[in-house]
């Protein structure tokens, strides 16, 4: 039960109709209405007015949960949320020793689980350290990469040393285009082996540039390498925040990319997640 929950139940057991709600608090019963068959989504004002009105208040709670097997490896390690990904799983971060992604897709996780073993037979990738479904929820604890991800300061202030690490980067993906991948990549078709989701927050280097390998490979497989390619350079350009070095990076790599294809290839997920944002937005004026 979530909190607008709790204030319904509070003001039904308390014989408040929303009209006498609305009154108590100035806001319109209409409004109150909507935010109560979750048609529009509450600004934390509009809550606190609500509790005001029923003298309430917020206690707060860890609602953070996972599996008892699981708890015994990680219960004495700090945590922390992870905010990259487009995956809109849930991941977790505990002391840099184990990283906990928390998914309703089991399908999908169950496969990543499949993928990083798989790939951890050519490449270092993350291992997994136990997995469980429960819950109608996957749970998927790997080991943590210690390294450096692409998306720090030094690598984006400097776009040369950033471009001589991507080249290390695809050779090493092209190495396993005839490494018999027994998965397939989504959203593209091909022969070749993708990551899937191959931007900057997904590759992790030494401290000498070298590659260590890869994070988030749930959508790896066998496919098209200009979707891992078109993905590169958006992530590239994105965390830039310039096109400046674009060219220099196709030269580098000695890669082309057909426009078509990139747009194919980014402009529908980009599209999607933006008008998920704008929708958040404008349920806030609702």
Same mark, same amino acid.
């Given at each position: 039960?979530?909190?607008?929950? #709790?204030?319904? #139940?509070?003001?039904?057991?308390?014989?408040?109709?929303?009209?006498?709600?609305?009154?108590?608090?100035?806001?319109?019963? /209409?409004?109150i209405?909507?935010?109560?068959?979750?048609?529009?989504?509450?600004?934390?004002?509009?809550? #606190? +007015?609500?509790?005001? $009105?029923?003298?309430?208040t917020?206690?707060?709670?860890?609602?953070?949960?996972?599996?008892?097997?699981?708890n015994?490896?990680?219960?004495?390690?700090?945590?922390?949320?992870?905010?990259?990904?487009?995956?809109?799983?849930?991941?977790?971060?505990?002391?840099k020793? &184990?990283?906990? +992604?928390?998914?309703?897709?089991?399908?999908?996780l169950?496969?990543?689980?499949d993928?990083?073993?798989?790939?951890?037979?050519?490449?270092?990738?993350?291992k997994?350290?136990?997995?469980?479904?429960?819950n109608?929820? !996957?749970?998927?604890l790997?080991?943590?990469?210690?390294?450096h991800?692409?998306?720090?300061?030094? &690598?984006?202030?400097? /776009? %040369?040393?950033?471009?001589?690490?991507?080249?290390?980067?695809?050779?090493?993906?092209?190495?396993?285009?005839?490494?018999? %991948? =027994?998965?397939?990549?989504?959203?593209?078709? !091909?022969?070749d082996?993708?990551?899937?989701?191959?931007?900057?927050?997904?590759?992790?280097?030494?401290?000498?540039? +070298?590659?260590?390998?890869?994070?988030?490979?749930?959508? $790896? !497989?066998?496919?098209?390498?200009?979707?891992?390619?078109?993905?590169?350079?958006?992530?590239?350009?994105?965390n830039?925040?310039?096109?400046?070095?674009?060219?220099?990076?196709?030269?580098?790599?000695?890669?082309?990319?057909? =426009? #078509?294809?990139?747009?194919?290839?980014t402009i529908?997920?980009?599209?999607?997640?933006?008008?998920?944002?704008?929708?958040q937005?404008?349920?806030?004026?609702?």
């Amino acid at each position: 039960m979530d909190l607008v929950d #709790q204030i319904i #139940q509070v003001r039904k057991e308390r014989g408040i109709s929303q009209q006498q709600l609305a009154d108590m608090t100035g806001i319109l019963q /209409p409004v109150i209405a909507r935010v109560e068959s979750k048609k529009s989504r509450p600004t934390i004002d509009f809550v #606190q +007015k609500l509790l005001d $009105a029923l003298d309430l208040t917020i206690s707060l709670k860890d609602s953070f949960y996972c599996p008892k097997e699981i708890n015994k490896i990680i219960k004495d390690l700090k945590r922390r949320r992870n905010s990259f990904g487009r995956s809109g799983d849930k991941t977790y971060i505990f002391d840099k020793k &184990y990283v906990l +992604k928390i998914s309703d897709n089991i399908g999908r996780l169950r496969e990543e689980k499949d993928k990083n073993n798989w790939l951890n037979k050519y490449l270092l990738s993350t291992k997994t350290v136990k997995y469980i479904e429960e819950n109608g929820k !996957g749970y998927l604890l790997r080991n943590y990469i210690n390294g450096h991800t692409l998306v720090e300061k030094q &690598y984006l202030e400097d /776009p %040369c040393r950033l471009i001589s690490i991507l080249k290390g980067v695809v050779n090493a993906l092209r190495k396993l285009d005839d490494c018999a %991948c =027994p998965f397939k990549s989504e959203e593209n078709n !091909g022969s070749d082996f993708v990551h899937g989701d191959l931007c900057l927050p997904n590759i992790v280097v030494d401290d000498n540039d +070298k590659l260590i390998g890869f994070i988030d490979v749930s959508n $790896a !497989g066998k496919g098209d390498k200009e979707y891992d390619y078109s993905w590169l350079l958006w992530s590239f350009e994105y965390n830039l925040k310039t096109n400046e070095y674009n060219n220099l990076l196709l030269e580098e790599l000695g890669i082309t990319i057909n =426009p #078509q294809k990139f747009l194919s290839y980014t402009i529908p997920t980009l599209f999607e997640t933006r008008s998920k944002k704008e929708e958040q937005n404008r349920n806030k004026f609702r």
